[in-house]
């Protein structure tokens, strides 16, 4: 994976910096409009890239929260409190 990141970065300043795209031909070949393109389909890689994080932290906050309820519920019955009762608002079976 280390590699991988190399490549990417070596790949990545050669395009900023130096002026020439991934396949060896430099950016002065590419017109005005191919050069809109390109950065706009790196804008939307970055966008959908950025939009998949944040929807998978809300998913994995809003499936691990009854499993944490559940854990700190045990601590406290672990504790002695057995009068303790776990309230849960869910619809899995994590319910029953």
Known sequence: MKS????FTILFISFVVAGSFWFGFPTRYISVSGKAIILFVFGCLILSLMMSFIISYFNIKHFTKPIKVLTESATIVGKGDLAYRVT????????D
């Open 4 to 7: 991988f990141w190399k490549i």
């Open 88 to 95: 849960l608002r869910t619809s899995s079976e994590l319910q």
